[in-house]
């Protein structure tokens, strides 16, 4: 299969799912299972793009042209080959374990919920593949829409409040920040394809350039920067399946991904360096590490946690894009696989604690761990991944981030990263802990060893091999990287 | 006949097709109110008004490569005799209106049977005609009076049409009254500017008339006569601050009229006010551009911000859509002040994406309508998910009004924010983008309604029937449809727009 080929089966693998979510929407072993294969085939798609392409860029493939000089296009670059992998890897996993959330949790609607979600993928794959802004815009807001019924799924008054915010702050911040942003970059640059180097120097004055940042840096609200995070734990009403796959993955990586984007590619690394453009960004990416961090300590919900240490973990890819140096933007590449796979593995956690004991506030979790332990288990690996300590995959990646701040010389940076994984020790280890050495608060616990169903437990349990796993292929992942920091040809 | 005469006569009638553009649904009119039979009066209108659409490709893909054609009335030659003038822009409106005419047809045929009395069809079908012709007269022809002319046929046909909402509420009558009103008074404004400018030029000719205001230079007659055009034209845009007439009128118009008025209507007025703005004056004249800067700007960022907020606060979905509406024709007339050619084909081209998207909603209201009886929220409620099909219409025009990547809106908006950086108005640029974030609140209330509350437990309602589902899908399809392919649609508002600049001189030969 030649790889224009299988890069638009990406995208059209997981409409078929949905059409058949649709279709098939009474039969629920069918509709699934049509689901699973259509995951699995997309992976295996991205796989094909990966044995031909390897970690070269190769491209564009235009697919049409919708205004002179705007067309809808994709291309192939590590990041994005990387980016397409973890969606659709993590897709099959979440869809196993999504399955057996919805029917245990007896939730409502299931066919309209994998419609929506097979649609969030196929835009997930649009972002990644996407070789230009415009593109890239246009699946964004996709992505955005696709997911706005799955946050407001359970109808309930407290998920359309949820709902409302989520969207109000998505499309707000895309349509007013970064459209005005992009057609601003557009009109002086004349082009918005992605290319190495950026495409502004020289077409911008130096004063204007931290303004037009700002645009994307604030519009991207999929990264969730501070002050446009709320929507993140807004959406926490979702299902947790959601939860993991779109708002620990898909959703905010898409986001992260696409500030990495525009940094390499829209302004250019070295541009970026040189006027100092992004400094302003690098102390708010830090201040938002250390704030979220600090909120995530407050929340006694377990998933509104998780949410603000989302936010928190997302600004260090940003802060990996506003050091501008290659280290640093390398570090936030790696980040977005390594969070990617720890968060995950915590959300199916929190999930599988919901469906088994219907637990959502932390203090209640007293004494689970000895009855779940394969749940608290792979808690404890997912946490200490994030928290970033060895042999996890999520040590590489802030090893990284302090390589490229001291080489932006900035050594607060290094101490605000390291001051945030002892604010993660804080509030990640008290959960395990409690899970493990407190008596249960709640009498009509079992006492005995008994798990959430299969299909629940096993997806993090997955997921927290991979986080070791991650640990010793992150120097594959830095070389495969690599090309983008790369000075330009 | 010979294979060289059937040439000859095709040859022939492709010369009639200005005139025929016009002349076929007016010679309708009369046929049907003589038949007088139900079905055929549909039947034959839906024939004018498709012939009238094939007519007005055939004039389009004529003219797209910038060229103009000039149709002399009895073969009188201009300036004595009328002229009939189509260049990329009338044809483009042309078709934009005879194209919503043909779609809103079949939907009609149900749900004018639901909305108005038996005995009144065959009078709204002839009365639709008059209007159909009333709008393609002022957008085809190259004749200030005969613009008149045109701009009272489509009006008084329309204040009826508005009136035959009274059937279901009896506020259409007052609603028709108003707008009787306010149509009269702007049009007495355009026909008083007429006077001066015949008075200061002696010709109504429109390209006579630029040519001789070039020649003469200005003088308060002259600048008289412009202001009165521009307000008076500036009545039937619905222009904010004189808007007051739309709201009532769209709101308790029947569905089908609603549909066709807010796709067609205040496009033709806004054409004419492109053909004085720029054909006829030309933007080089002092006062027209403080006109453009101090009055189109100011008062389409008004339009745009206040009849979005208005819209916000709606409890009826037909008056929250008229709002709306209010505040697109805002978006146009600021692209239209922008004065270069991105901004003008912004204008031109959302004319266009914004008849369609408001097309389309206005048609799933009207569908929704049928069967809760009123259009306020609270008896729409959950019905997005009883009439999933309906629903989904909804969403593709929601999505386009707003702006959403993907949809028609989306490029307007991209060219009209483009235009205003190309000015270095940044500010304009922002402006743009906050006030349609006040779209997204409006079309997420009507989601909210339809799709996020529980219908009543004997709610029945179910999706309209297929020639109403057909043309409300056609439209929601070009919703999207036109979001990806501009070539159509913004390929020829650049020409039209290149036209335009050219300013009078685009209307010499």
């Not at chain 1, 919708?66 to 993590?90: T, Y």
Request: glycine content about 10%; proline content about 4%; overall charge neutral.
């Amino acid at each position: 299969m030649d790889t224009s080929t299988a890069l638009y089966l990406t995208m059209l693998i997981p409409i078929v799912a949905m059409a058949g979510n649709m279709v098939f929407s009474a039969r629920e072993n069918l509709r699934d299972g049509i689901t699973f294969l259509c995951a699995t085939l997309t992976f295996v798609c991205v796989l094909v793009i990966l044995c031909n392409v390897g970690n070269a860029t190769t491209g564009p493939y235009e697919l049409f042209e919708v205004v002179s000089g705007l067309s809808i296009s994709f291309h192939v670059e590590p990041l994005g080959l990387m980016f397409a992998m973890i969606g659709s890897g993590l897709w099959i996993i979440t869809h196993i374990y999504g399955i057996g959330y919805m029917r245990s949790n007896k939730e409502q609607h299931h066919a309209r919920f994998f419609a929506c979600f097979s649609i969030a993928i196929a835009a997930v794959m649009g972002i990644a593949f996407a070789s230009n802004m415009f593109t890239l815009f246009v699946f964004y807001e996709i992505l955005t829409l696709s997911t706005y019924p799955l946050v407001a799924h359970k109808g309930t008054p407290e998920a359309v409040r949820g709902a409302r915010i989520y969207l109000g702050i998505l499309i707000g911040t895309s349509i007013a920040l970064l459209l005005t942003g992009v057609i601003w970059t557009f009109t002086i640059a004349g082009t918005l394809d992605f290319t190495k180097g950026g495409i502004l120097e020289g077409k911008i004055a130096p004063t204007l350039l931290p303004v037009l940042l700002g645009l994307y840096a604030f519009g991207i609200g999929k990264a969730a920067l501070m002050p446009f995070h709320r929507w993140l734990p807004a959406a926490m009403v979702a299902p947790t399946p959601v939860s993991a796959l779109l708002h620990a993955v898909a959703v905010v990586k898409a986001g992260v991904f696409t500030m990495l984007k525009v940094g390499i590619y829209i302004f250019g690394i070295d541009f970026l360096a040189s006027t100092g453009a992004s400094e302003w960004l690098m102390w708010l990416a830090a201040y938002t590490i250390i704030a979220a961090s600090v909120v995530a300590m407050t929340k006694d919900n377990l998933k509104a946690r998780l949410a603000y240490s989302t936010v928190s973990q997302l600004a260090y890819i940003t802060l990996g894009m506003a050091l501008a140096t290659s280290m640093g933007a390398l570090g936030g590449g790696m980040h977005i696989a390594m969070h990617a796979m720890g968060k995950i593995t915590l959300f199916m956690c929190a999930g599988s604690i919901y469906v088994a004991y219907h637990k959502t506030e932390i203090s209640q979790m007293q004494g689970l761990g000895r009855i779940m332990p394969i749940t608290f288990g792979a808690f404890l690996i997912g946490a200490l991944s994030i928290i970033g300590l060895p042999p996890l995959g999520g040590s590489w990646p802030k090893f990284l981030l302090m390589m490229g701040a001291a080489d932006a010389g900035h050594l607060t940076i290094i101490g605000v990263l390291m001051v945030s994984s002892l604010l993660n020790i804080a509030y990640l280890l008290p959960i395990v802990g409690r899970g493990f050495f407190r008596p249960a608060t709640d009498t009509r616990l079992p006492k005995t060893f008994s798990e959430a169903p299969l299909l629940v437990w096993l997806p993090p349990a997955i997921t927290a091999t991979g986080c070791i796993v991650l640990f010793f292929y992150a120097g594959s992942i830095q070389n495969f990287l690599a090309p983008i920091v790369e000075s330009t040809p | 006949m010979s294979a060289v005469e059937t040439q000859h006569v095709a040859r022939d009638l492709m010369d009639q097709l200005p005139v025929l553009q016009v002349a076929i649904p007016l010679i309708a009119a009369p046929l049907i109110v003589f038949i007088g039979n139900r079905k055929l009066a549909w039947a034959i209108a839906f024939a004018a008004s498709a012939a009238a659409f094939v007519i007005a490709c055939t004039l389009l893909w004529q003219v797209i490569d910038g060229s103009v054609i000039s149709y002399h009335i009895g073969g009188w030659a201009p300036p004595l005799g009328i002229e009939y003038r189509i260049d990329a822009l009338s044809a483009m409106i042309l078709m934009l209106i005879s194209g919503i005419g043909t779609i809103v047809l079949p939907y009609a045929y149900a749900s004018v049977a639901a909305e108005i009395p038996k005995k009144q069809h065959t009078l709204f079908y002839a009365l639709f005609m008059l209007c159909l012709t009333g709008l393609l007269g002022m957008v085809a022809t190259g004749d200030a009076f005969n613009i008149f002319v045109f701009l009272e046929i489509s009006s008084l046909s329309t204040y009826v049409l508005v009136a035959m909402g009274a059937h279901k509420d009896p506020r259409a009558l007052t609603a028709a009254y108003d707008y009787l009103i306010m149509g009269t008074i702007g049009a007495t404004f355009f026909v008083i500017g007429l006077g001066m400018l015949y008075m200061a030029t002696g010709t109504l000719n429109l390209a006579d008339l630029a040519e001789r205001i070039a020649d003469q230079g200005i003088n308060r007659t002259v600048r008289a006569g412009f202001a009165f055009v521009v307000v008076g034209m500036g009545l039937k845009v619905a222009m904010y601050p004189l808007h007051h007439w739309l709201p009532n009128a769209y709101t308790f118009a029947p569905s089908a009229v609603t549909t066709f008025l807010a796709a067609t209507a205040t496009k033709a007025a806004i054409y004419v006010m492109l053909r004085f703005l720029f054909s006829v004056f030309s933007p080089g004249f002092h006062f027209e551009d403080w006109t453009l800067y101090l009055i189109f700007i100011p008062f389409s960022l008004l339009a745009m911000f206040a009849a979005s907020f208005v819209a916000v606060f709606q409890t009826n979905l037909k008056r929250m859509l008229a709002f709306s509406s209010i505040a697109q024709i805002g978006y146009m007339l600021l692209g239209i002040a922008m004065l270069n050619a991105t901004g003008l084909s912004a204008a031109v081209v959302h004319m266009v994406n914004h008849g369609i998207s408001k097309a389309a909603l206005f048609m799933g209201v009207g569908a929704m309508v049928m069967y809760s009886g009123s259009a306020f929220f609270d008896d729409l409620k959950g019905l997005g998910r009883k009439m999933p099909i309906t629903g989904a219409v909804m969403v593709a025009g929601g999505l386009s009004l707003i702006g959403v990547p993907g949809t028609a809106g989306f490029i307007s908006k991209w060219m009209l924010v483009q235009a205003a950086f190309e000015n270095g108005w940044w500010i304009i640029a922002i402006a743009i983008m906050l006030s349609s974030l006040l779209a997204v609140i409006y079309v997420w209330r009507m989601f909210e309604v339809l799709y996020l509350t529980a219908p009543s437990d004997d709610c029945t309602a179910t999706d309209p029937p297929l020639p109403m589902l057909v043309p409300m899908l056609i439209l929601a399809g070009a919703c999207i449809w036109f979001g990806f392919d501009t070539e159509l649609t913004l390929g020829s508002a650049r020409v039209a727009a290149e036209g335009l600049l050219a300013g009078s001189a685009g209307m010499m030969h």
